[in-house]
C-alpha cells in the first residue's frame, strides 16, 4: 500500500503503539514545537497526535483487506521521532486467517480500544478536544480507505464508502468523517475524504491547505480533486453525491 513503508518482522517488541506515555507525547510535541516555532500549539498538538495514531489504523485497515489477516494490536510497534511517525515493528505471532468480515469485527474491536488508551494519554497531555481528535482519526480511517481502495480493484467506489463508514462506525467515528464522490470529464465516478477538521499543516508555511480541507468550499474541493486526477481537464462535470458516515 506504500511502497517504502519500513515494516520490520521482529521477535518481540518492547513496548506496543497504545502504551505511548505522557514523556513520549511530550517529546514529539516538543520537537514540532522546535521544528515549527510560529505554527502555534493547535498544529503542534493535531500534528503530534496524527503522528502517533495513523501508523497502526493503516496497518491494521491493511492486514484486513489486503493480506487476510487480524495483526494483533499488542503486537504492533511503531516509531514517532523527528517530526514523523515512520515505521513499524510487528511481534512475529500467528495472525488469524479467515473471511474479511470476521477479521474486521476482531481487528476493529481490538483497534478501537488501543485508540483509546493512546488517545487519553495524548488529549490529557497535550490538551486536545477530544472532538479534534476523534475527527483527526476519522481522517486517518478515511485516509486509510481509499488507499486500500486503490489496491482493490474489485472494490466499486460504493464498496469501498461502505467498508471505510464501517471501520467509522466500529470506532465510534461515526460523526466524524466521512465520504463523497464526484465525477470526472470523462464520467467516471471517484470517492474523496470529506473532512471535517483542518489539519493545520498550513501553518508551518510549508503549502497550502490540502484539497479536501474544510475551509475550502465543496465546489472548489471538487475542482482541485478534478485537477489531480485529470490535469488537463478544462470543462467540469460533476455529481456529488454526500455520504454521511452511518450505515
Known sequence: ??????????????TPWMDVGPDAVSALANELKYTYPTAGRHYHAFRTFTLL???????????????????RQS?????????????????DHPAPQG???ILFRDAAHDLDAGLKAATGICIETLRIHPKAAARLLGDCVT???????????DWSYGQASEWGRRWLDALQLKDAAGFFTFQDNDGRRHLA????????SFKTGQGALCDTCPRIPVQEQIVRLQRSVAPHVSKI??????????I
Open 1 to 14: 500500500m506504500i511502497p517504502d513503508w519500513p515494516i520490520q518482522i521482529v521477535p518481540a517488541i518492547e
Open 53 to 71: 495514531m495513523w501508523q497502526p489504523v493503516f496497518l491494521t485497515m491493511a492486514a484486513t483487506h489486503l493480506a487476510g489477516l487480524y495483526l
Open 75 to 91: 503486537c504492533i510497534a511503531h516509531q514517532a521521532r523527528s517530526c514523523m511517525g515512520w515505521g513499524c515493528e510487528i511481534a
Open 99 to 101: 473471511r474479511e468480515k
Open 143 to 153: 485516509g486509510a480507505t481509499l488507499a486500500i481502495q486503490r489496491r482493490r480493484p
Open 193 to 200: 475524504m470529506e473532512r471535517k477538521v483542518c489539519c493545520l
Open 237 to 246: 462535470s460533476v455529481s456529488r453525491q454526500r455520504e454521511e458516515c452511518a
